[in-house]
C-alpha cells in the first residue's frame, strides 16, 4: 500500500462525509461569489462538475475588482452514449434555459454543458433528473463514463457488447447518494450505513479512472488510452469474451520528466460477464491501495502499473480475482474513424453519422436535433470521436431526416482531415489550458486543407488533434498529427503516430506557430507524395522517416 505523503485532497475525500462537504452551504448561503468553497472545488468533481471561469474576461474584471466570472461546467454519466429522443428534448430544453446555450459533445460519448451558474445548479440537475439522467461520477477520483464502440455495423453483435458499458458503470458507481441529498431532493438525509462502500471506502482513488470497450476491427474509443481497456473477442458472431489491457493514460505535465504518456498493456483475455465484472472491480481496488496519494501527477494508474511492473500488477490481480487470465486472443484493428452517410445495419433500420467539429453542436444543427427528436425518428448515439450518429431509422422516415437536414443546411461536403478532426475545450473555460484547441483547430484545418489539395492528398485519412495543454483530453498523442498547447498561439507538433490509435506520436517540432506548421507540413506532405511505400499511411511514413533512428 502506498507510503507517500498524501496531497491534501486525500484529507479532503476522507472528511467529506460521503462527497458532501460543506457543498450544500457553499450553494444556499454564499451569495457573495459564484464559486463554492475550496474544499468544495475538488468535492463537487465528483457529482459531475467543475469550477471554471471565463479566462477571456479575467483581466477585465480584475482591473474592476470584480471576483472571477465563475460557473460550472456540468457533464452527464450517459455509458456508452446512448439516448433517446425524450431524453435529446430534455437535454435541450435544459441548455436553453441554462448555462450558455450551447451543448458540447465530449470524447467520453457524453455532453456537457459550460456556463451553468451556482445558483442555477439545482434547478438544472432536477430537470435533469426528472428524465433520468445525472451526472454522478462523470468527473472526479473514480470510474468516469464507460465507452464503447458507437456504430451497430461494426459487429452484428455489437447490442450484446455495447450493454457492458452500463452493466460497468453500475458496478463501479459510489455509494454515497450525496448527489441527490444535495442537488435533487434538497432536505433528504440519507443514513451513512446504507452507503458503505467496499469498493471505494471513504478514500475513493488517488485519480480519475477511464474505461473503454472496443469492437475489433474499430477503435474509435482508443481502447489504450485507457486505465482499463477491454477488446471484445468475437468468432462466428458470438462475444467469446474479452482481452484485458491496463495502464492507459495520455496526460503528462512540462518540465516534469517522471509524467509520461503511455498506452495500456494486455495481460490477459477472460471468458464470462461474471469474470469481467470482476477483473473490473479488482483493477480498481488495486488502484486504491497502491496507486500514489502523495503526488496527483503521478497518481494514474499507468504509474501503478509500472510501480508494480506488469507482471507483478498481472500477479496481484489474480490474486485478488481467484482465477488466472488466459492468453490475450488475437484480433485486428483496420478502422478509427466514425462511419459517415446513410448505413443500413439491418434491413429497414438505417443509422446516420452527423459531424460535431469538436463535439460542438452548432446553432443550425441544435435547432435540427430538436425537431427530429420532436418526431421521435431515431435515437442520439454520442460517438467517442465526438460526434453524434442518429439510430434506428426505419426506412420510410429516411426522407424526413433528409428534409430536415436540408432545412437546416446540415453541410455533408467535408474533407477527410476535417472529419478526423478533435479537439479538447481549452480556452476560454478550462484552467489548465496554454493555448487555444477547440475554437482554434477548424480554422488550422482549413489552411491545412489546400496543402493537401496541393499534394493530392486531400482524400488522405489523416487524423489529427489538438489539445491547448500536455493532458491530453483531445487524445492528440494517439493522432498522426498531434498539436500540444505550449503557450498562447505555440505548440508542440507531434507525428509519428499510427492510424488505428496502437503507437504513441512524438515531438517533431517544439513551440511552434502557425505559419512554422503550415510549412513544416508542406515540407513533409510532399516527402509523403514521393517517397511512401504502397498504401502507407502518413503516420506509419513519418514514423518510419523521421524517427526510424529510434
Known amino acids: 500500500m502506498s507510503k507517500e505523503k498524501q496531497s491534501p485532497i486525500e484529507g479532503i475525500k476522507i472528511k467529506s462525509h460521503g462527497l458532501r462537504g460543506t457543498l450544500k452551504e457553499s450553494i444556499e448561503l454564499d451569495n457573495h461569489t459564484g464559486n463554492v468553497r475550496s474544499d468544495d472545488e475538488a468535492l463537487v468533481k465528483f457529482h459531475g462538475m467543475y469550477v471554471q471561469d471565463d479566462r477571456d474576461r479575467r483581466e477585465e474584471r480584475a482591473n474592476k475588482k470584480l471576483d472571477r466570472l465563475y460557473s460550472f461546467m456540468i457533464r452527464l454519466r450517459i455509458p456508452g452514449g446512448i439516448i433517446d429522443a425524450d431524453k435529446w428534448l430534455k437535454i435541450h430544453e435544459v441548455s436553453e434555459e441554462y448555462g450558455t446555450g450551447v451543448l458540447k459533445i465530449t470524447t467520453r460519448q457524453t455532453i456537457q454543458l459550460h456556463g451553468v451558474l451556482k445558483h442555477e445548479l439545482r434547478p438544472t440537475l432536477k430537470a435533469f433528473d426528472q428524465a433520468k439522467l445525472d451526472s454522478i461520477a462523470a468527473c472526479g477520483d473514480v470510474n468516469r463514463n464507460v465507452i464503447v464502440s458507437s456504430h451497430p455495423l461494426v459487429s452484428p453483435i455489437h447490442a450484446e457488447i455495447h450493454a457492458y458499458a452500463d452493466k460497468l458503470s453500475k458496478h463501479l458507481l459510489p455509494k454515497t447518494k450525496a448527489y441527490y441529498e444535495i442537488f435533487v431532493d434538497g432536505d433528504k438525509i440519507y443514513e451513512r450505513e446504507t452507503e458503505k462502500d467496499d469498493l471505494y471506502e471513504d478514500r475513493y482513488l488517488p485519480r480519475k479512472f477511464k474505461i473503454a470497450v472496443a469492437i475489433p476491427p474499430t477503435n474509435d474509443v482508443d481502447v489504450f488510452a485507457n486505465d482499463l481497456g477491454l477488446i471484445a473477442i468475437v468468432e462466428n458472431e458470438e462475444l467469446k469474451g474479452f482481452n484485458i489491457a491496463v495502464g492507459g493514460g495520455l496526460s503528462s505535465t512540462f518540465g516534469n520528466p517522471n509524467t509520461y504518456s503511455r498506452l495500456a498493456t494486455e495481460i490477459g483475455f477472460v471468458d464470462s460477464e461474471e469474470k469481467v465484472l470482476k477483473v473490473a472491480y479488482e483493477v480498481l481496488t488495486i488502484q486504491r491501495d497502491f496507486g500514489n496519494r502523495g503526488d496527483r501527477k503521478l497518481a494514474r494508474l499507468k504509474y501503478t502499473v509500472d510501480k508494480l511492473s506488469v507482471d507483478g500488477f498481472k500477479e496481484e490481480l489474480e490474486k485478488r480475482i481467484g482465477f488466472k487470465l488466459e492468453q490475450p486472443k488475437p484480433y485486428t484493428f483496420t478502422e478509427r474513424s466514425d462511419i459517415f452517410e446513410w448505413q443500413e445495419v439491418s434491413k429497414d433500420v438505417w443509422y446516420y453519422t452527423l459531424f460535431v467539429e469538436n463535439g460542438v453542436v452548432k446553432p443550425n444543427q441544435k435547432e435540427f436535433l430538436y425537431e427530429l427528436a420532436k418526431l421521435k425518428l431515431s435515437n442520439f448515439i454520442f460517438t467517442a470521436n465526438q460526434n453524434l450518429l442518429l439510430g ?81 483530453c483531445g487524445r492528440s498523442y494517439v493522432a498522426e498529427i498531434g498539436f500540444v498547447g505550449t503557450s498562447s498561439g505555440h505548440y508542440n507538433l507531434m507525428l509519428g503516430g499510427d492510424r488505428y490509435g496502437t503507437r504513441l506520436n512524438k515531438i517533431y517540432k517544439e513551440k511552434v506557430n502557425e505559419i512554422e506548421i503550415l510549412n513544416e507540413l508542406d515540407k513533409i506532405f510532399e516527402v509523403y507524395t514521393k517517397e511512401r511505400n504502397l498504401n502507407e499511411t502518413f503516420g506509419d511514413f513519418t514514423n518510419r522517416k523521421l524517427f526510424s533512428y529510434n
Open 392 to 472: 434506428e431509422i426505419a426506412t420510410d422516415d429516411k426522407v424526413k431526416v433528409e428534409e430536415l437536414m436540408e432545412k437546416f443546411s446540415i453541410h455533408k461536403d467535408l474533407s477527410e482531415l476535417r472529419k478526423n478532426s478533435m479537439a479538447c475545450v481549452a480556452l476560454p473555460t478550462c484552467p489548465l489550458a496554454l493555448a487555444e484547441a477547440q475554437r482554434y483547430l477548424p480554422e488550422l484545418v482549413t489552411k491545412i486543407e489546400p496543402l493537401l489539395l496541393k499534394h493530392q492528398l486531400i482524400e488522405e485519412d489523416i487524423v489529427i488533434r489538438m489539445t491547448g495543454c500536455p493532458n491530453g
